[in-house]
């Protein structure tokens, strides 16, 4: 890694922008993005992403942003992590969930205690970004699982779009030098489905509807199904009238499995409750311990973990284009390379749908450590 | 081979090959038959003057690339994989909740009319 530290890790395209950004980050490594919509109508960096590369900028100590005129390339020259108090305003194109999310992979590894306000959405319906409750009860029990305990997330006020108004506090207390190596072999056992329904600026009657009808769905698995009403009103409810669900399938051994989805203007509650009942039981029929949505953390944490090759049992249906993607971002900045193991090939019968995913941490040390 | 992509890959021989797209290497991986293009044919088709002006060869750069949920078939596809068809026969049921019944604790019996 001495050699890698010097030279540039270099990306062409917006995807997994964020990704790529944080991972260089926690390398320390100078990274290099180039033709951003570079054939868009709109070419370069959106103002969301603009807006990370300042939270970015301002949770590290010594970061260099070079954005060049058109916004099809930037260079990133992160510091070190620094963490602190501050207050992000997040524009209304994104929910605070977009900027939330990358946060979580740099905040245990801080000089000092993550304390951060986001203002802005706190759910959108135009955007497939990760909602409040499914950061907090979809990824961080993902962190608990590699030793990041305490870590919270509070909801001051909801947002619904187009205005936003929320606010969120994400608090990490836990500052840890590395992530300790998991294994996930077992295929857990759905125990529960719980969930809340939540409605701003809007008739209460609207989170029954959610309910009722995701009910209806999820009543033939035959779990206790406990959906809480969160019903916002007054000041702490933003400047719109909005509502949305989180649904999560509470598995054995505090692995969670979730689907969300937010109301649009002039849809029915109950085509929202019945859509998302629905997603969580695709979600649940092509995942093993860890969802979809959260195999980017997951991955992450065991590419950053102690020097030991951990172990993750995914369903064939979770490798798809995306997971590749991943995969080779982690290579590229890192230089570790994932094994997959198909279960078709193990004795064991039943095991044809799955694959395990072995990967050999960096021993990668926070930099607070470092300098301590 | 023209249009015999049936081999099965091992992914990982194909998982960090630069030249192969990610979605290439799915494709392969899950033995998907590749429709060859006919590049090789030397006919040129002919062309409206219209077309002459628009541009070729460019991927659509719109699309969010770095979104947290993934993408769920319609509503109408998840009805037909989780719900009884409507002449009583569940088999639909039966096919959609098959392997995701056993994983719920307290899976119930599917002729329950209760």
């Known amino acids: ?372 | 081979l023209k249009g015999s992509v049936q081999r099965k890959w091992d992914i990982n021989k194909l998982l960090y090959l630069d030249n192969v797209e990610p979605e290439e290497v799915v494709k392969r991986w899950r033995a998907q038959i590749v429709e060859e293009s006919d590049d090789e044919s030397d006919i040129e088709e002919e062309e409206d003057d219209g077309d002459f002006f628009k541009k070729r060869d460019v991927k659509d750069t719109s699309k969010d690339l770095d979104q947290f949920a993934p993408e769920y078939p319609s509503i109408e596809e998840l009805k037909n994989k989780f719900n009884p068809a409507d002449d009583n026969s569940d088999e639909e049921y039966e096919s959609g909740f098959q392997k995701l019944k056993s994983r719920f604790l307290a899976a119930p019996k599917l002729n329950d009319t209760e």
């Open chain 1, 1 to 372: 890694m001495s050699s890698s530290k010097t030279s540039m890790v270099t990306f062409e395209g917006h995807r997994n922008l964020r990704l790529r950004l944080v991972l260089a980050t926690l390398a320390g490594i100078p990274i290099k993005i180039s033709k951003i919509r570079s054939n868009d109508m709109n070419p370069g960096l959106k103002d969301y992403e603009i807006s990370f590369l300042r939270l970015l900028e301002a949770v590290t100590n010594d970061s260099r942003i070079e954005i060049s005129y058109t916004g099809t390339s930037v260079i990133f020259r992160p510091g070190i992590i620094i963490g602190g108090q501050l207050t992000h305003n997040c524009p209304v194109s994104k929910p605070v969930g977009y900027f939330i999310e990358p946060m979580l992979y740099l905040a245990p590894f801080s000089k000092k205690k993550f304390s951060i306000v986001f203002k802005g959405l706190t759910a959108s319906d135009k955007t497939r970004d990760a909602g409040v409750e499914s950061i907090k009860w979809g990824l961080l029990p993902i962190m608990e699982k590699f030793g990041v305990r305490e870590v919270s997330l509070h909801i001051l006020k909801r947002g619904s779009p187009p205005l936003g108004g929320g606010e969120v506090h994400l608090l990490c207390n836990s500052l840890i030098p590395q992530p300790i190596t998991m294994h996930a072999l077992e295929n857990p056992k759905i125990s529960a489905i719980r969930g809340v329904a939540y409605c701003t600026r809007v008739s209460p009657s609207m989170v029954n509807r959610i309910i009722d009808s995701a009910r209806n769905v999820l009543r033939p698995t035959g779990v206790e199904v406990n959906i809480t009403a969160d019903v916002w009103r007054g000041e702490n409810s933003g400047k719109s009238p909005g509502f949305g669900v989180t649904l999560v399938a509470e598995l054995k051994k505090g692995w969670r499995i979730l689907a969300e989805g937010v109301g649009s203007p002039g849809s029915l509650p109950e085509d929202l409750g019945e859509r998302v009942a629905y997603e969580l039981l695709e979600e649940l029929s092509k995942s093993v311990a860890v969802g979809r949505n959260q195999l980017q953390l997951c991955l992450a944490f065991m590419t950053i973990g102690k020097e030991d090759i951990g172990r993750l049992k995914v369903h064939k249906d979770q490798i798809d284009d995306n997971f590749i993607h991943i995969l080779r971002d982690i290579k590229q900045v890192f230089g570790t390379e994932a094994f997959l193991k198909d279960g078709a090939n193990e004795p064991i019968p039943g095991e044809e749908d799955f694959m395990t995913v072995s990967l050999k941490g960096i021993g990668f040390t926070s930099a607070s450590k470092k300098i301590a």
